[in-house]
């Protein structure tokens, strides 16, 4: 399968500062990235929908002002949390499904856990 | 739409007992299921998926599960537990066609007691 590398795995900022988690395919071109955040003892929920070339396509309710998402290239996803509050504190966690012979599988990063003091 | 549901949040069970975590699913296209593990911190890895095709896949770590369009299940199952199988899991569904992100449903812990 695929690797999916992402970093950090863990973060700690002062509310208010804005925290970039990155999320890099190390052996495949990954047309289409996913974000997606996960609270404690819950599922995961998709934030948005990043594709190399073009803007990131975000779930209602998730405020594309606050994260920033961006394809940089096709081996590389990053999550900016802008102006970080104690309620953004979660488990951040990307996927990526490749170009060729993985399009029905994805690929998940180790998550970064964000907590914000 | 897609969706999925887990029933049971926890499911606990003896070492070397039968394994079995539920999965049902809905979906207005031919779908692509998935099981997923999650350990404690990490994220998620593939335990298998079912395209087209046999419908009883085979995964990783002894586990299989039966794609049942009849019954739009898509059961996970291992015959003998054991104590590193502890661990939460997600069954999850996509499609080729609408939007490719998968759909998770809400996760099942398992527990092994010895």
């Known amino acids: 399968g695929a690797v999916v590398s992402q970093h950090p795995s863990r973060v700690i900022c002062k509310s208010g500062t804005s925290v970039k988690i990155e999320c890099r395919s190390l052996?495949?071109?990954?047309?289409?990235m996913f974000w997606y955040r996960q609270f404690p003892k819950q599922s995961l929920m998709l934030m948005a929908t990043?594709?190399?070339?073009?803007?990131?396509?975000?779930e209602q309710g998730v405020e594309k002002d606050k994260f920033l998402i961006n394809h940089a290239s096709l081996t590389l996803s990053t999550l900016t949390v802008t102006s970080a509050h104690p309620e953004d504190s979660s488990f951040y966690i990307c996927?990526?499904?490749?170009?060729?012979?993985?399009?029905?599988?994805?690929?998940f990063g180790q998550g970064t856990r964000l907590t914000v003091v | 739409a897609q969706s999925v549901t887990q029933l049971g949040s926890h499911v606990s069970v003896s070492e070397g007992a039968l394994v079995l975590l539920r999965c049902n699913y809905s979906s207005s296209v031919p779908p692509y299921l998935f099981w997923y593990v999650q350990y404690p911190n990490q994220g998620l890895q593939l335990l298998l998926k079912y395209t087209t095709g046999a419908t009883l896949v085979k995964g990783i770590n002894g586990f299989e599960a039966e794609f049942k369009k009849s019954e739009t299940s898509f059961h996970l199952t291992k015959p003998s537990a054991h104590m590193s199988d502890a661990a939460e899991y997600f069954c999850a569904v996509s499609s080729d066609t609408g939007r490719r992100a998968l759909t998770f449903g809400s996760g099942t812990r398992l527990q092994v007691q010895p």
């Open positions: 996927s990526v499904k490749g170009r060729y012979g993985l399009n029905t599988e994805a690929f």
């Open positions: 052996d495949f071109q990954a047309t289409t």
């Open positions: 990043s594709n190399e070339g073009s803007k990131a396509t975000y």
